[in-house]
């Protein structure tokens, strides 16, 4: 269908007091080739929006431009339906409400600046609809099924809960019997009102429960041995005794949980395995679970218990950080021995202790036990003495006293070592081999994939598992999405995400399978998940350009290309997430979304008036990020900073989605400098997109190299980092921008 | 009115809960008493420990709830009533009139001459505000409403004479909401500080709440992000960090809050960020940083200006120059240790709001007031409605109770 384009402009809120609006008007109607252009004070009111409608009915408008606020006001008005490709531009914000009417000494220039600004505005915004055409979805045959890896209590309550909402739901569980580390426990720590008495395992009741659901099959003694596809259409092989079968599933939940600490990295330290009377706490659950806590050294119940909180936690030579459920595990083990063992003292040894939230009331609860003494410090020593005793040292931290705990048997708290945490050292004697086999210093898998620990054993071209965070941890790097995940439709759960106790694990399987459940049900109509939910398009690679560079497939923050053996991207669709880094890293501009493509950009570009140099009247261009420093800058305009006249802004899904091209075009088209304004990047990155922000930095080395050969300044070209609470400063940055570069002087190619 | 899942309280909980529903496929009601979403979230500066600013994730999910149709927001609105059980609930909703009817133009121009003014809610009254005004830079929706104390003020009465786009007269609203499930997501407020007689809350000028803090840091707030003494404005040179204000105390909150430790060592960066060479005191019984909060206890440690005591502050007492004394049992040595600061700042913990406004449905509730959630039932409590928790627990608690309500109506 042909573009129709409507413009609608909008006088209202101070728009008018900037603006010659019947200039700008007869301006669209020469320029635009535009059906008409009409004006009103108020188009947010419903007689006009109802105006707006009744145009694309009886004229066949499928193009709107709607002049006047930002598109983060009166959504919900502006809403045509998919067929009409609708852009806002916030001529209220980034004209009126910022304007310095003081910019120039020549009273009669900063009106007319301004107006040219809004002009360029809607030339920008007409090419922006103009090259763009409504997405369709892609649909194909999908399953909603779910896979559950781990039959742990997180897997357990996300099966349960995916199975109840009427999903078929498989448990691939490593051991021969479901229930994790639950099973293994004689009681856990309490997780209802009054939180004083310790309650029994939950795994019981789960299983009962899964074994009765008829929409959910486990496989137990199983593992994973292949997983290829994306979400809706992920071929899973599952391996056993029995041999090998694939099953096709919508989603996967990783709810692999941990492992203990390895004790034996703990022998220098607190004399495991050297001393007989030292255990875990893992050999302490076994022995309270088999009904007898007894000495290792001789199988009697020892007279007095010491049990250490950090075992191997909070120490940089082992864990680092804190595993969050030791203190209550110990408090816990203390209520066993005074339970079994009424005779028995028990001396916690802590630095902190840990019962954060509800839990207080527990320690309350430990607190009242006769027998039960808790000391806080370092342990910096632990001896063996006669008949297997133990003497173990603390330094009282603040007073520089040292106190010496003398009992019959220590109990070690280890911390949680996540499932997916790989093994350096394996990983490194692994490595060695393949380097003398082939005699080549490269791994065998495609360059640039992250090692894995080889859980999922993804066929995807960036590596074989969920990447991690510090510590080998697959969190999300969110705070406010907890379940962000850089493989789409692959969701962990449960303690191998993040220390928790099994009261969260259970809340955290939940919220695991409702991501489940979404992403299922959106890969079946083939819309995006979250960041971009809902979104319907997806990136067209023109394969006959593409020069097998393999940077769009290195560059892809979700895995979601693979590649053939020459490198060509094979696109999986329903794992991309539509942020348009594919289409920035390409150097040929084969990628393009129906509505979001290279041309369109770059079209935008050029359609700014560009005045010669003699004019001195230069031209800046920023891009910046939808997500923070566009909505950074609405709050700006709502506080009336003030932005320079000369400046003009493009929106983009990300500054990773900024191809180097545009940079050149926009250089090759006159503009005196280019600022991009993105989220921040590095360890503590903010970026929506992962690692757009990050990206978008590192191409700028290569922006840098080709303004050297032009023999421009490097300053023409600038990435900043800025984040939503930064609106106060983000006029001033741009304004900063565009100061320093104009004292370099006019872009030497401005009238080429 | 029919819906799937109504939602009530429209904080951090509640925005995400009512997001991965309807991005489930579900119908949304999302109730909230003020007239903004955003809850407690939306005034703090910066999130542990991250140090990023909450506005950002709020702002995409505010673009989620744009962009949805199967989301429908009342804002100042409460229930008053809920009968009914699972799958059928009858929510009788009261909305408060925001008193406006002009279009935003004018709106905007009457805000400017506003004669009223009233302390700043939002600023825990820090500031003052126009009584005409919109609640801060990033409220959901972006609308302006005449703050409910300042409608009986016979300037603010004649104010609206003489302006067509208020009108005091409006009454409150009713609409009956018909759903299948519920979410409470009815949040916290701080423990009232005042009621922490030797500490001199309220008394002092500089002494301080954590939350108050958190306006102070943000540039929305009284000083434009300046952290300065509340008294005269003056700089920091020295400050203390009193944690366990009121938290771990028969007397006050029994409970642990579970995120003041983190938030006020987030709160030190802010300080520090500002001040470089400012002495900052924290005073710990115990540092609650579990899990990789670890690493953000480590750097705070590492700050060779910050000095960490071990003990609870007994009192604060007034010193020269509008600087406070506080007095601190050390928990080790049982000895007392006292500083000299420019601003002492409470770390108060949280109190369920369900403690005060009961929920209209028989829920299981702890002493505390914190809702128990049992399996099965088709009203779930997610965020701290259900336990003192931080954000990303809220938000995975309440994407699971999406879970869990939606079972009890059927499923997909």
Known sequence: MDAKLGVYICSGCGINDVLDIDALTSMVNKELGCQFCKVDPLVCSDDFVSKIKTDIESEGINRVLIAGCSPRYFADKFKFGADVMVDRLPLREYVAWMA????????????????????DYLKMSAARVKNSTPPTAIVEETTKDILVVGGGVAGLNAALVAADNGYKVTIVEKEAELGGWSRKFKAVIPQQSPYRDLQTPPHVELIEAVKSNGNITVKLSSRVKKTSGQPGQFDVAIKNAEGSETIRVGAIIQATGWVPYNPEKLTDKYGYGKFSNVVTNIAMEEMALNGKIVKPSDGSAPKSIAIIHCAGSRDKEHLPYCSAVCCRAALKHALYVREMMPDTNVFLLYKDIRSPGVFEQFYERVQEEEGIFLTKGDVTQVAEGDNNTLSITLDETLLGEQIVVDVEMLVLATGIVPTSKVDEEAVAEEEEVEVAEDGKKEKSKASGAEVGAQILNLTYRQGTDLPTLK???????????????????????????????MGMAKNDGLGAALKAMQVVEASAVGTAVHPRSGDVSFPDFFMQRCTQCKRCTEDCPFGALDEDDKGTPMPNPLRCRRCGICFGACPERIISFAD???????????????PEEDDERPRYLVFMCENDAIPALDIAAWYRHKINPWVRIIPVRCIGAVNTVFIADALSSGFDGILMLGCKRGDDYQCHMVRGSELGNYRMENVQEKLKQLVLEPERVQILEVELSDWHRVPGLINDFVEEVNDLGANPYKDF | MNTDVLIIGGGIAGITAAVEAAEVGKDVVLVEREHWLGGRVVQMHKYFPKLCPPVCGLEINFRRIRQNPKIKVLTGASPTKIEGDTGAYKASIIIEPRYVKGDFSELTECADKCPVEVPNRFNFGLSKVKALHIANELAYPFGYFVEKEAVNDPAMKEFAAGCDCIDLDMQPETVEVNAKSIIYATGWEPYDANKLDNLNFGKLDNVVTNMMMERMASAGGPSQGKITRPSDGNPITKAAFVQCAGSRDEKHLPYCSAICCMASLKQNRYIREQYPDAEI?????????????????????????TIIHRGKVARIEEAENGMVTLTAENTLTAKLEQVTVDLAILATGMVPNAIKDKPHINLKQDKYGFIENIDNSGVVAAGVAASPKDVASSNEE????VARVMKMMGGK
């Open chain 1, 100 to 119: 310095d009417m003081e910019f120039s000494t020549d009273l009669d220039e900063a009106p007319e600046l301004y107006q040219e600004l809004a002009e």
């Open chain 1, 471 to 501: 510590y080998g941890f697959p969190d999300s790097h969110f705070i406010c999405f907890p379940y962000e995940t850089r493989r789409t439709g692959i969701y962990a759960a449960g303690a191998v995400r993040a220390p928790m106790d």
């Open chain 1, 596 to 610: 979001y493509s290279p041309n369109m950009v770059s079209q935008m570009i050029k359609s700014v008036s560009m």
């Open chain 2, 281 to 305: 005191h924290i005073f710990f019984i115990d540092a609650r940083t579990p899990g990789r909060w670890e690493d953000f206890l480590q750097e705070v440690e590492d700050d060779p200006k």
């Open chain 2, 398 to 401: 309440a994407t699971g109770a």
